[in-house]
């Protein structure tokens, strides 16, 4: 039994069968993958694993609990915590306090009116926050605003926010797309440098074969809404079907 | 019956006023993407366009008249406006009694001049800035431009009657076989909901059939793509703001004679016609016209004493409560186009 | 102390300090002098400096922290204000039961509207809000004229039941026996000074308002809210669920607004629906911002600033102008009073909206920003390290 089971998932939109059939199961402690082209069904699919679209039919489970229709908060809340396109933070405010939030989201909640406290004397937390930004190299830089900070610091802090929380899943929606040869490469380190600290659970979801084969432990490639082989980078490299589906992909651009 | 008809007739000259400045509104909110809180202020700017052309025209030179006196047995002043001196009596005297519509002519100018200066001085540099940015500057332009006119015309309302010609009513009743006098209206109120018809009708012709119109329509469609291909969109823009601000200019100029101008008209009118273009649909044309005649009429009806004994108040609600219910269960407004703002 | 750094508790401090000394401050001119007339320090103007404070800090607490922009906050306002005529009218005329009704009634009645209105945000909410309150004010001059006397405005009459009267009850406002009105008038060579009740009263509860809000900036909930307005979205991935905390947010600057129209009526029992209109709710909106939203200080001077305005900049006339240019040839002197006669007096409004306009475009920081600026410019000298007699006001905490 997997973290994250994906059963017979299917879903429509008016005349396209978006997917169809998907069955996916994400093991704990590997990194896994999921490719295809363009039109593949990828995104999806991942809203469908983050509950903002509901699949026509099948399930999503996660530990045994259905994610369908959870709210974003509320998939959080459970274990998964999500990686952006875009490096996605709170510009306005330091890059301490956007560590502490979602400490504070991991102890008190989704709601919680502590209104009486101040944010210095939550120790513990801001222990916490301060161990995870030296752990990602950015202790020099507590007090600067986010939104002043590198690209490629704005995407260590955003990765700071989400393992602050200890996830059982990280979710990583195509975590390079649009970026620089040396952005990307740097972006592989750091998730690499992660996986090797700390016995985590990610999912992928990717267009670029590069980050997906420096990275992945296993991995399901899709093509036209259904999945069409499931195995290790290895085997998957050399397989016909998958290249049957880039090549053609290829030669259409 | 009749008395249906009549509430339908009684919303149509509000609800064309509150079609045209809510479609003033959605114009510069649709192109420009600017939340404009001044726009009541340009309504109220057009409607002492009224007041000032009907000013001028009556200026007058005194002379004595050595034929008459007055109480105290002096010889008496008789003021004559130049326009009678200059054109002759009658001439002179239904100019005068024109000035209303004649001010139409005079209030375009100065309000596409108006809106040229908003939208190059100010509002230009508030487009990338946010929505509450955009509320709170325009907000303090319209106390600064209601002051204005305070301070040279005074507070109180300013009557300015619409020509002779109109000054009745007509007796639909009448015309559509019911008793005498269940149905009347008066003349200036139909002459201001034709005017209106057939403002709202140019505007959409010239989006409809022109270039220019066509250009404009793509880029509140994809303003980005527009200005890719090479097209200044933003002179463009600004033409729209100008003919925005001459919409609303002459809705207040006809307006006068059905309300007499005073400094705050534009406030008044201004939040409902926010109302207006949410219900309508934020950057939908056709919804705001619609959403205007609709809550003009809801409202007419909503003040009959028959519904008012059903529902105390109502009157005073109804236009609220119908936007608040269109906000909550379907946020895009009647017309809106889906994944505007509807957040 | 008090849960805050020493920082705060400094800035504490000296907002007590002024809050305390304003009946003296606030009189800078003898009583004699020409000047006297910009002298602001008489009760019933103090008073509203501390109220309108009240009201501009709770509203900061929304939008300052959310950055959700209400145009409705003088509904809670009336609503205060009606709860706490009616206390007057049902009990006596002892404050306190009026002041916690107001608070308990605008809380429910902010839970209502707030719960309704920030299923939207942006303009949404904006409009939403506005809504909310244009209808409240109309139905206080309609229908709800049996609770809330509709034009004539909510008041008390010999008639009403005032249970708690007694024989020989106090018959006007009061705390315990202390009356509002009661005044203690000091004399010092041509100085004088009024220490009133009443403003101290409210002075009191402002400074218990302010502390609360601090407290509110520093602490995880501010956090929070200060997220909301950074990356709503972002918050919601985070695993925090934004609208209770809005809400929340909400609730609380809706009760300070009750707060402050239920001191209002305690001042003067009377309470109209003109406190709703839309236009009063734009005054806070334009308190806060001409402060500085966001920051501690800047509600509480942009309320005071637009106060003075209202009373002190509204009185000079044709006539005082002249005076002050007397000494100017006379055409000199006739050009200056019409060139300034649009902007003083009844057209004070227009100098405001002028000021308010600056604000937002050059300085979205408000007066507090303008303060900053100031400092830094006079730092950035090196023999100006001295600038002990800058005003304290100047000197205010930014939320970081």
């Known amino acids: 039994m997997g973290l994250l089971e994906v059963k017979d998932v299917g879903k429509r939109f008016g005349g396209l069968q978006a997917l169809s059939n998907v069955n996916l199961s994400v093991q704990e402690n590997t990194v896994h993958a999921i490719i295809g082209p363009n039109g593949a069904g990828k995104s999806t699919l991942l809203n469908c694993l983050i509950g903002k679209l509901i699949p026509d039919t099948g399930s999503v489970t996660f530990q045994g609990q259905s994610v369908l229709g959870k709210k974003p908060h509320e998939i959080n809340q459970l274990g998964i915590s999500r990686i952006f396109q875009t490096p996605e933070i709170f510009g306005d405010l330091t890059v301490l306090e956007n560590v502490l939030i979602p400490c504070f989201a991991k102890r008190d909640g989704s709601f919680r009116l502590h209104a009486f406290e101040t944010v210095e004397a939550e120790k513990d937390l801001n222990e916490k926050a301060l161990a995870m930004l030296e752990d990602v190299n950015m202790q020099d830089k507590l007090h600067m605003q986010a939104s002043s900070l590198s690209r490629g610091d704005k995407r260590r802090l955003e990765m700071a926010m989400s393992l602050v929380q200890d996830p059982k899943l990280l979710l990583l929606d195509e975590p390079t797309a649009g970026m620089a040869r040396a952005d990307t490469n740097s972006t592989i380190d750091l998730l690499k440098e992660i996986k090797e600290k700390r016995d985590i659970t990610m999912a992928i979801i990717e267009h670029d074969m590069h980050v997906v084969f420096s990275l992945a432990e296993r991995i399901t490639v899709l093509a036209q809404g259904t999945p069409l082989v499931e195995d290790t980078p290895d085997n998957i490299r050399d397989h016909p079907k998958v290249r049957e589906a880039y090549l053609g992909e290829t030669q259409q651009t | 019956m009749d008395v249906i008809l009549l509430q339908i007739l009684n919303g149509l000259d509000k609800g064309s006023a509150y079609a045209l ?242 400094y705050h008209m534009g406030m008044d009118f201004l939040v409902l016609s926010f109302v207006v273009v949410v219900v309508g649909g934020m950057g939908s044309l056709p919804g705001a016209v619609l959403a205007g005649f609709m809550l003009g009429i809801l409202e007419s009806f909503a003040s009959m004493n028959m519904i008012k004994n059903i529902i105390p108040g109502i009157d005073q609600i109804i236009i609220y409560l119908v936007a608040i219910l269109i906000l909550l269960t379907r946020p895009r407004g009647l017309m809106g186009r889906k994944g505007v703002m509807e957040e | 102390m008090l849960g805050l750094n020493q920082r705060d508790t400094k800035f504490l401090i000296i907002v007590i300090a ?254 109209g629906a003109e406190r709703m209109q839309w236009t009063a709710s734009g005054e806070v909106v334009l308190m806060t911002i001409l402060g500085g939203a966001g920051t501690m200080m800047g509600p509480v001077l942009g309320a005071g600033f637009i106060k003075y305005f209202e009373n002190i900049f509204s009185k000079i006339n044709d006539q005082v102008l002249h005076g002050w240019f007397a000494f100017l040839p006379d055409g000199l002197e006739n050009a200056l009073v019409w060139l300034l006669h649009p902007f003083v007096g009844k057209g004070w409004h227009l100098t405001l909206g002028l000021l308010f306009m600056l604000v937002v475009v050059f300085l979205p920081g408000g007066l507090v920003e303008l303060g900053q600026r100031i400092r830094n410019m006079f730092r950035k000298k090196p023999d100006a390290n001295d600038d002990s007699n800058h005003k304290p006001q100047q000197s205010p905490h930014v939320a970081e």
């Open chain 2, 21 to 262: 400045i809510a479609l003033g509104l959605t114009l510069i909110f649709g192109t420009l993407g600017v939340v404009n809180f001044a726009h009541g202020a340009l309504f109220m700017i057009g409607a002492f366009c009224s007041v000032t052309v009907q000013r001028i025209l009556s200026l007058s030179f005194e002379t004595i008249d050595p034929t008459k006196v007055d109480f105290l047995g002096n010889p008496a002043t008789v003021k004559t406006p130049y326009v009678m001196e200059w054109f002759g009596e009658s001439t002179g005297a239904s100019i005068i009694d024109w000035s209303v519509p004649l001010a139409i002519l005079f209030s375009i100018p100065i309000m596409i001049t108006v809106g040229f200066i908003m939208e190059r001085g100010l509002i230009k540099h508030f487009y990338k800035r946010p929505h509450a940015d955009q509320i709170l500057v325009t907000f303090g332009l319209a106390i600064v431009l209601q002051e204005v006119i305070k301070a040279f015309y005074g507070a109180n309302p300013i009557p300015t009657p619409a020509p002779a010609a109109f000054t009745g009513s007509f007796d639909f009743g009448l015309l559509l076989g019911f008793a005498e006098n269940t149905i009347i209206y008066p003349y200036w109120r139909m002459v201001y909901f034709a005017f209106s018809l057939v403002v709202i009708g140019g505007v959409f012709s010239f989006l409809q059939f022109t270039t220019f119109g066509m250009v404009v329509r793509a880029g509140m469609a994809d303003r980005e793509t527009v200005g890719l291909l090479g097209i200044d969109i933003d002179k463009r823009f600004t033409f729209m703001f100008g003919l925005a601000a001459a919409v609303a200019g002459v809705a207040g100029v006809m307006y006068a004679p059905i309300n007499s101008p005073n």
């Open chain 3, 18 to 271: 002024l809050t305390v000394f304003t009946p003296i401050l606030l009189q800078p001119f003898p009583t004699d002098s020409g000047l006297a007339q910009f002298n602001a320090g008489y009760p019933d103007l103090m008073q509203r400096f501390a109220i309108f404070g009240i009201f501009a800090i709770g509203f900061n607490i929304l939008f300052g922290l959310t950055g959700y922009l209400s145009f409705g906050h003088a509904a809670f306002l009336g609503v205060g204000s009606y709860s706490t005529v009616w206390m007057f009218k049902l009990l006596n005329y002892n404050v306190l039961p009026g002041l916690v009704l107001a608070i308990i009634v605008s809380g429910l009645f902010a839970l209502l509207i707030g719960f309704v209105s920030l299923r939207r945000s942006g303009i949404y909410f904006s409009i939403l809000t506005l809504a909310f309150a244009q209808m409240s004010f109309n139905l206080a001059y309609s229908v709800l004229t049996p609770i809330t006397n509709g034009e004539t405005g909510l008041q008390v009459y010999n008639d009403d039941p005032q249970i708690l009267m007694g024989e020989n009850g106090i018959t006007t406002t009061h705390f315990f026996g202390f009356k509002m009105n009661s005044s203690w008038i000091m004399d010092l060579g041509p100085w004088q000074f009024t220490f009133n009740f009443g403003y101290y009263f409210c002075a009191v509860i402002a400074i218990l308002a302010f502390y609360l809000s601090l407290r509110i900036f520093r602490s995880p909930f501010g956090l929070m809210l200060r997220a909301v307005k950074s990356n709503q979205q972002r918050m919601n991935y985070t695993g925090v669920s934004s609208r209770p905390y809005t809400l929340a947010a909400f609730v609380i600057s809706g009760m300070y607004a009750g707060l402050a129209g239920g001191l209002l009526a305690s001042m003067d029992p009377l309470a």
